[in-house]
């Protein structure tokens, strides 16, 4: 018996690092899961885990996409139990002296479609279903949404409003409904770039990162299963809304002299 036992989830940004290894951790605590990303290797999560994921190929920044994944969940169990807005893309930390005044509205609009208009676009679409459940709400954020250079002036202005986004929409849906967010900090996995700036698929771990983290490791994108799995329970975390929860391997205490203060101790 999984701690998730009877949950329906629609879950974005589910095609690849972070969001994969949560819906497949979702998946073992008994939830079923309409998984959603704008890749199609989403799909292959049908061949390997059977009838609790349905795939759902979309553009998450489109209001049609996000009713089509709700309409899926609530077709097919008819429920919502939790809205999870992990889909995201990066500015490869670009900073704003960088972009150029004629692509800057592209760029914004693109990125802001995607790490703030989509999770938007997704809770209202699931809204309904939400309130009827008292369900809750996930959200991805990041480093970058209460610290600087965790990305470039968009990204980071994206996330930060990730950030206040969760706050607001756990004031304005309370009791209904929980909202609450994950910001991890360094994982290994690749982001996809701001196509408007040029940019491609990009690794999120840069050479030397390690040894810059107080913790000294990178943790793997499976770390953050627990946080997630928390998070969505309906026992676990019944005390939390509006909360934030940092996974950043120690990047926000970070010291001046060294990361940690016994590093270089062993």
């Excluded at 009713?67 to 999870?84: E, H, P, S, Y």
């Excluded at 930390?93 to 692509?103: C, D, N, V």
């Excluded at 693109?110 to 709400?137: H, Q, T, W, Y």
């Excluded at 050479?207 to 990178?218: D, K, S």
């Amino acid at each position: 018996m999984g701690v998730l036992d009877g949950q329906v989830v629609v879950f974005t940004g589910a095609g690849a690092g972070i969001g994969r290894s949560v819906v497949t951790r979702y998946l073992a605590e008994g939830a079923c899961v309409v998984a959603v990303d704008i890749s199609e290797s989403v799909t292959e999560l049908r061949a390997e885990f059977g009838e609790t994921v349905i795939p759902v190929v979309a553009d998450v920044a489109t209001w049609e996409g996000n009713v089509a994944a709700a309409k899926v969940a609530f077709d097919t169990w008819g429920r919502i139990d939790l809205f999870v807005g992990n889909a995201g893309i990066t500015d490869n930390a670009r900073p704003l002296e960088e972009i150029s005044g004629a692509h800057l509205a592209n760029a914004f609009h693109e990125l802001f479609g995607v790490n703030v208009l989509a999770p938007m676009l997704g809770v209202r679409a699931c809204l309904d279903a939400l309130i009827e459940s008292k369900g809750g709400v996930i959200l991805t954020g990041s480093f970058a949404s209460t610290n600087a250079a965790g990305g470039g002036a968009l990204y980071t202005a994206s996330k930060h409003a990730i950030h206040g986004l969760v706050r607001q929409l756990a004031y304005e849906l309370a009791p209904d409904v929980r909202v609450n967010g994950v910001a991890p900090g360094v994982a290994p996995t690749r982001l996809r770039g701001t196509e408007s700036l040029g940019q491609e698929m990009a690794d999120s771990v840069l050479e030397g990162t390690v040894n810059m983290l107080p913790t000294q490791e990178i943790a793997p994108v499976s770390a953050y299963d627990g946080l997630f799995t928390m998070l969505a329970s309906r026992t676990d975390s019944v005390a939390m809304t509006g909360t934030m929860v940092t996974a950043d391997s120690g990047l926000s205490i970070r010291g001046i002299a060294r990361p940690g203060g016994r590093v270089g101790h062993r």
